[in-house]
T-cell receptor
């Protein structure tokens, strides 16, 4: 089955620690994205990558970092510089064009 | 500045009736529009899309209408079913400009009453 996997589903961290969220896709899509969703709000773009070894900042990139060393993988690191890291994080991918396919999400709680 | 707006945070509809979800946009460069459905604690799933060269697209119970002059689109679900209860997001893109980004609305929570 082709799809996008995000792990883990739930993640808990202490304040001040960096944490990396995993995103893998086997859809052979060129583009990958990271979004953040907060309660009652829409999706906000953190970073996106249209090709391996290249990525662009989205609307809320501060406090986050990414890498795209392989086409299938686009991990997101939430650093201690992110002021409000507790949120639901969604990874997506797409071929050329706008239709994006989403993973199941990771809920990160930082205390 | 919100380029894509869903002005109704929630909508309640009787089972079997028509649900109409609305979306407005401000950027005239948008040429491709999508609707996604999202259940709590899950990723959004694609429902239906429409290109700006069309004014209607239909897929089963779902129909999307696009009014370019009004910069408005709507999603019709008929008949509404209990499983349709979810948050619906409208998204837009400038695909003609090879822009892979989607601009998202804030979502409308649809509640189907039995």
């Amino acid at each position: 089955d082709g799809g996008i996997t995000q792990s883990p589903k739930y993640l808990f961290r202490k304040e001040g620690q960096n944490v990396t969220l995993s995103c893998e896709q086997n859809l052979n899509h060129d583009a990958m994205y990271w979004y953040r969703q907060d309660p009652g709000q829409g999706l906000r773009l953190i970073y996106y990558s249209q090709i391996v070894n290249d990525f662009q900042k989205g609307d809320i990139a501060e406090g986050y970092s990414v890498s795209r060393e392989k086409k299938e993988s686009f991990p997101l690191t939430v650093t201690s510089a992110q002021k409000n890291p507790t949120a639901f994080y969604l990874c997506a991918s797409s071929r050329q064009g706008a239709k994006q396919y989403f993973g199941p999400g990771t809920r990160l709680t930082v205390t | 500045d919100q380029q894509v707006k869903q002005n109704s945070p929630s909508l309640s509809v009787q089972e079997g009736r028509i649900s109409i979800l609305n979306c407005d946009y401000t950027n005239s460069m948008f040429d491709y529009f999508l609707w996604y459905k999202k259940y709590p604690a899950e990723g959004p799933t694609f429902l239906i899309s429409i290109s700006s060269i069309k004014d209607k697209n239909e897929d089963g119970r779902f129909t999307v209408f696009l009014n370019k002059s009004a910069k408005h689109l709507s999603l019709h679900i008929v008949p509404s079913q209990p499983g349709d209860s979810a948050v619906y997001f409208c998204a837009a893109s400038d695909v003609g400009g090879s822009n892979y980004q989607l601009i998202w609305g804030a979502g409308t929570k649809l509640i189907i009453k039995p």
